[in-house]
């Protein structure tokens, strides 16, 4: 059993910053792979970023690429998503993932367990 909980979303202006905390209860959870999606009004939800169980790998959508940064600190069972640039296309309720497994995944069916989000809007 591992239970995610996010924090630090808000409002920012275009072109701000904000970083995203996903706290980890359970003794898996160094051993999981992790990812943070997001979904936006009216449509799915969608892959940003993931990083493998001992942070030495990480893959990003094309989207976030070059501006978003994922981390994890294992000690603090703790993934972080620094998120920069910020645009208004960012707005979404951001979700953590922890993975079945321990490599990098961008699909939501290698997630079985799943925070309950927390939003970000971003203003123009």
């Known amino acids: 059993q591992v239970v995610l909980v996010e924090s630090g979303g808000g409002l920012v202006q275009a072109g701000g910053s904000l970083r995203l905390s996903c706290a980890a209860s359970?003794?898996?959870?160094?051993?999981?792979?992790m990812g943070w999606f997001r979904q936006a009004p009216g449509k799915e939800r969608e892959f940003a970023a993931t990083i493998n169980w001992s942070g030495s790998a990480t893959y990003y959508a094309d989207s976030v690429k070059g501006r978003f940064t994922i981390s994890r600190d294992n000690a603090k069972n703790t993934v972080y998503l620094q998120m920069n640039s910020l645009k208004p296309e960012d707005t979404a309720v951001y979700y953590c993932?922890?993975?079945?497994?321990?490599?990098?995944?961008?699909?939501?069916?290698?997630?079985?367990?799943w925070g309950q989000g927390t939003q970000v809007t971003v203003s123009s």
């Open positions: 359970g003794r898996t959870f160094s051993s999981r792979a």
């Open positions: 993932g922890a993975a079945k497994g321990s490599t990098v995944s961008s699909n939501p069916k290698s997630f079985d367990y």
